[in-house]
């Protein structure tokens, strides 16, 4: 079993950038493969990267390719997302995932763990 805590959130200007972190407790990190995934009101929760037990290897959705980042370091607990380049429609709930066995989930019905969510609001 893991917990996962996210922080980073807040408001940025169209354009600016943020990190968002997640960590994890319980089971050692280099367990799960972890995603990270965003929510907009009114909207399905969304894939928007995630990156293998050893950071080895990412995938990206197709809105933020070239513009976010996934990171991670396991002897911190702590899987990171670096988001530049922002723009208005990024705006939601941003919340990490982790699962094991699975290499790169990229489904929400893949994960087994979710952390609470940080709000990012992007304006003009």
């Known amino acids: 079993q893991v917990q996962l805590v996210e922080s980073g959130g807040g408001m940025v200007q169209a354009g600016g950038s943020l990190r968002l972190s997640c960590v994890t407790s319980?089971?050692?990190?280099?367990?799960?493969?972890m995603g990270w995934f965003r929510q907009a009101p009114g909207k399905e929760r969304e894939f928007v990267g995630a990156i293998s037990r050893f950071g080895g290897s990412t995938y990206y959705g197709d809105s933020v390719k070239g513009r976010f980042m996934i990171s991670r370091d396991n002897a911190k607990n702590t899987v990171y997302l670096q988001m530049n380049s922002l723009k208005l429609e990024d705006t939601a709930v941003y919340y990490c995932?982790?699962?094991?066995?699975?290499?790169?989930?990229?489904?929400?019905?893949?994960?087994?763990?979710w952390g609470q969510g940080t709000q990012v609001t992007v304006s003009s």
């Open positions: 995932a982790a699962k094991s066995g699975v290499f790169l989930p990229r489904t929400v019905g893949d994960y087994d763990y």
């Open positions: 319980g089971r050692s990190a280099s367990s799960y493969s």
